[in-house]
């Protein structure tokens, strides 16, 4: 089945310390993003790729830093500059086409220690 | 200002009735797209809709309809005979392209969402 994987589900971090997210698509995607999202609230952009290699600030970019070295994969680390780093992160992937969806991976909830 | 409102922070609808769930957009580019995405407590996104700018008829999906009325930048979810599996949160999102780094992307911005409750 084609899709995004997101690792871990939860995942909790102390003072001080740098964090990677992982993300995996196996849907031959180009295009992949980082969100954001805090209770109750929408989704806010952190980085963004569209080709290999090359990577975008979203809105929300400071504290978080990411590689994109494969097609398939698109790591985001949240350093330890990001103060209140505790939220809902989701990524996605999507084609080139305008009217295709972005398809979403199920989420990793980071908390603090 | 905002980009997308969702006005309605939660919505009550009693099972099998009809929902509508608002959603007004900002933007002074002719070319956009608006997407609908459907949130259950798990957390994950799943796509409903989508509507493209010049779409000449509203989209449909099944249970699902999105209102369109482009002069009043507007683009309404409509659920039908709501069940209680469509409780969730609803968050309506805008496609446009955006020009960064010498390139070109479409970037989505989400409204703050609407979490609808579907009482048997």
């Known amino acids: 089945d084609g899709g995004i994987t997101q690792s871990p589900k939860y995942l909790f971090r102390k003072e001080g310390q740098n964090v990677t997210l992982s993300c995996e698509q196996n849907?031959?995607?180009?295009?992949m993003y980082w969100y954001r999202q805090d209770p109750g609230q929408g989704l806010r952009l952190i980085y963004y790729?569209?080709?290999?290699?090359?990577?975008q600030k979203g809105d929300i970019a400071e504290g978080y830093s990411v590689s994109r070295e494969k097609k398939e994969s698109f790591p985001l680390t949240v350093t330890s500059a990001q103060k209140n780093p505790t939220a809902f992160y989701l990524c996605?992937?999507?084609?080139?086409?305008?009217?295709?969806?972005?398809?979403f991976g199920d989420g990793t909830r980071l908390s603090i220690l | 200002a905002q980009k997308i409102t969702q006005t309605q922070p939660g919505m009550f609808v009693q099972e099998k009735e009809a929902v509508t769930l608002d959603c007004t957009y900002d933007?002074?580019?002719?070319?956009?797209?608006l997407f609908w995405y459907k949130q259950p407590s798990s957390g994950e996104m799943i796509f409903l809709i989508y509507?493209?700018?010049?779409?000449?008829q509203n989209a449909t999906e099944g249970r699902y309809s999105l209102n369109f009325q482009k002069a009043r930048k507007s683009a309404n979810l409509v659920i039908s005979a709501s069940q209680l599996g469509d409780s969730a949160m609803y968050f309506c999102?805008?496609?446009?392209?955006?020009?960064?780094?010498?390139?070109?992307?479409?970037?989505?911005?989400f409204g703050q969402g609407t979490i609808l409750t579907v009482h048997p």
């Open positions: 996605a992937s999507s084609s080139w086409e305008s009217n295709q969806p972005q398809h």
């Open positions: 849907l031959n995607h180009d295009a």
């Open positions: 790729s569209q080709i290999v290699n090359d990577f």
């Open positions: 933007t002074s580019d002719p070319s956009y797209g």
């Open positions: 509507q493209g700018s010049y779409d000449q």
């Open positions: 999102a805008m496609r446009e392209l955006i020009n960064a780094g010498g390139t070109s992307y479409g970037k989505l911005t």
